[in-house]
């Protein structure tokens, strides 16, 4: 897929909207300076780490910045967790920290939160009626992904209580929070046992550079920075992109956030025009859209088959869940317009022919 320049990117949540130019500016003087020989802080710029705090109104604590979020999961998992420690998340998740977990030889506990039953979203109390005497973590994707769902205040309160009486670590994955109508940062309500995850690749658009930050008190940090994966320090070069991204944010993201609200609503108002496919979780607080399809007659692989045919790559619920991958597609939304205006151009025809093809099978699991 990365060697077809003209794929419109619909599925891994990447953000495709023009870079701020005071980013690539950044960037491009980092390489004219050729400051690339260096190795970057092994815990990140000082201006970044200060401005992710900022950033994020946890002042009294401190960041590292990390090869995106996902290497601030492996390393928070294999710093916080041992063989015999519980993990316990949702389903559907995202599948690596689960296998991070796993990796060490922690026992993986998944909660379903699939279904208008659940409301697409873990209670509280079901989380606290799954608490073992071995949870050592609770991991949340807030606000999830693939779902789109986000905990109200009262819920985080709530669950950084759990976590407290447990005495368990809250891990926060915060990857989607700039996208959300409402977020509540659980490092306000339990700040001794909290690492919050955020990443710049879906705000700021700059997932293939990797660029992320743990957050959490000097504790944790402390620990945290015993052994990280990347001692000779991120890319420095994506780092003065980070900075500036940070700095002029309230001038551009704003722009990114309205681009993606609309781009909902116009998938939103397709779907509810054909029959046998639903959107579940509307307005989604994540730059994307789940669409049920187990109601009729396609599979997700074979909708993802043939957008594939049709230049446009979406994401199969498998990639997601086991359990429920088999209900759902998921669409990417913080995309050129004339983009989504293509899918639903070709969603009709494309659930029609799905029907008749019934793939079965993995499509694009990377």
């Not at 970044?48 to 492996?74: C, F, P, W």
């Not at 916080?80 to 991070?100: A, N």
């Not at 690492?195 to 997932?207: H, R």
């Not at 070069?237 to 002029?248: D, P, S, Y």
Request: proline share 5%.
């Amino acid at each position: 897929m990365a060697n077809r320049p003209d794929l419109m990117w619909l599925g891994r949540n990447t953000n495709h909207i023009s870079t701020h130019p005071a980013v690539r500016e950044a960037m491009l003087d980092s390489i004219r300076s050729e400051e690339y020989h260096i190795y970057a802080p092994p815990y990140g710029l000082q201006e970044l780490r200060q401005l992710v705090v900022d950033e994020l109104g946890l002042n009294d604590m401190s960041a590292i910045i990390t090869d995106g979020a996902v290497s601030g999961l492996y390393h928070t998992c294999h710093t916080f967790l041992k063989p015999g420690d519980g993990l316990i998340t949702t389903d559907p998740t995202w599948e690596w920290t689960v296998k991070f977990a796993t990796s060490i030889g922690a026992m993986v506990k998944k909660l379903n939160i699939y279904g208008t039953e659940f409301d697409y979203r873990l209670n509280p109390v079901r989380l606290d009626a799954a608490i073992e005497s071995n949870t050592r973590c609770i991991y949340l994707i807030d606000p999830n992904n693939p779902l789109g769902t986000s905990f109200t205040e009262s819920e985080i309160r709530d669950i950084c209580d759990i976590a407290r009486v447990q005495k368990s670590y809250l891990i926060q994955d915060c990857t989607y929070r700039d996208f959300s109508h409402d977020h509540h940062l659980a490092a306000h309500y339990y700040p001794e046992g909290t690492i919050t995850m955020w990443s710049f690749s879906k705000w700021l658009g700059v997932a293939g550079l990797r660029v992320g930050a743990i957050v959490a008190n000097a504790d944790l940090i402390e620990r945290l920075s015993f052994a990280p994966p990347n001692i000779l320090g991120s890319n420095i070069v994506a780092q003065r992109g980070a900075i500036e991204g940070l700095k002029h944010k309230s001038e551009w993201f704003p722009k990114v956030l309205a681009t993606t609200r609309a781009n909902q609503l116009m998938v939103f108002n397709q779907v509810d025009q054909i029959s046998g496919i639903t959107v579940p979780v509307y307005p989604s607080d994540g730059n994307f859209l789940i669409l049920e399809c187990s109601n009729a007659g396609e599979t997700p692989e074979s909708i993802c088959r043939l957008m594939d045919e049709r230049n446009i790559m979406v994401r199969q619920g498998s990639y997601h869940s086991k359990q429920f991958g088999n209900r759902f597609i998921k669409v990417s939304l913080s995309v050129p317009k004339e983009w989504v205006e293509k899918f639903c151009h070709c969603l009709p025809e494309v659930v029609k022919q799905a029907r008749i093809l019934k793939l079965e099978g993995a499509e694009f699991l990377g």
